[in-house]
């Protein structure tokens, strides 16, 4: 059970997130052991009204990280063995985010999660202190430019039932 200071937190992480203005610098897709293995990498952006320097420590980069993360997390599945550990109602929680945030030599916050509760996230996040933001991500196909989308306010689509 998420206790209600945790849920503030995350909901606070959340909201400055969304306020942020981000544009994708750069996409590839990286080949793979196999096809279904590919790399995705996107270079983004976060976009300053002022010339003010960016800092890693900044609320907005952790709230960016934190909301790449429960994206990454609510789309992820089990694989192999570790549909064992699978929960399909779960999310990521803020000792997840910690747990798995380092804070590099040269400045930059670092987030990197491989398997977490049954689900295969295989998915790396890293905040730069000249403002960009990368996501790698193995095996997830192009999922990390769909949390990017809905980041920047896409409509998810929705299907429609038939009358």
């Known amino acids: 059970m998420v206790s209600e200071s945790e849920s503030r937190a995350a909901q606070r992480l959340l909201e400055q997130a969304m306020s942020l203005d ?47 993360a429960c994206l990454s997390f609510a789309d992820a599945r089990a694989r192999g063995f570790s549909e064992r550990e699978y929960q399909d109602i779960d999310q990521f929680s803020i000792a997840d985010f910690v747990d798995s945030l380092t804070h590099t030599i040269a400045g930059e916050l670092s987030l990197y999660v491989d398997y977490l509760r049954g689900r295969r996230m295989k998915t790396r996040l890293l905040a730069k202190s000249d403002g960009s933001l990368l996501i790698e991500t193995i095996g997830r196909g192009k999922s990390a430019e769909h949390w990017v989308a809905r980041l920047q306010g896409a409509t998810q689509l929705q299907v429609i039932s038939e009358k």
């Open 22 to 68: 981000i544009r994708i610098r750069q996409c590839e897709v990286l080949q793979g052991p196999d096809a279904a293995e590919f790399a995705c990498r996107i270079d983004l952006e976060i976009i300053r009204d002022t010339e003010e320097s960016f800092s890693t420590d900044d609320s907005g980069a952790l709230g960016l990280l934190f909301a790449l």
